[in-house]
């Protein structure tokens, strides 16, 4: 059956650093258009990165673009995102998506 799981969240001081991971299984990830899509609370659904089958074309939200990364590695079935400079506007719960077909359970960012 088709998982997800992401790894990585903790508790960081502004101004430090995260590297988000997503393991997956049981769908044809290197077919898939990968995405981190986070949630603060209180708040609704953001669309932070995303990256295309190949790992040629990234997009980034405008408030994180130039501070975080996105990769993803077909021969693993996984996808990363590394986080710098964080912001407490950056906390939230993490979650990794194929196109937004599978989701997984995401991880918790917290700032402070």
């Known amino acids: 059956h088709v998982q997800l799981v992401e790894s990585g969240g903790a508790l960081v001081q502004p101004g430090g650093s995260l590297t988000l991971s997503c393991s997956t299984s049981?769908?044809?990830?290197?077919?898939?258009?990968m995405t981190w899509i986070r949630q603060a609370p209180g708040k609704g659904l953001e669309g932070v990165c995303g990256?295309?089958?190949?790992?040629?074309?990234?997009y980034f939200l405008d408030s994180v673009k130039g501070r975080f990364a996105i990769s993803r590695d077909n021969a693993k079935n996984t996808a990363s995102l590394q986080m710098n400079s964080l912001e407490s506007e950056d906390a939230a719960r993490y979650f990794c998506?194929?196109?937004?077909?599978?989701w997984g359970q995401g991880t918790q960012v917290t700032v402070s």
């Open positions: 990256i295309n089958n190949a790992g040629t074309k990234t």
């Open positions: 049981g769908f044809n990830f290197s077919a898939y258009y």
């Open positions: 998506t194929a196109s937004s077909d599978y």
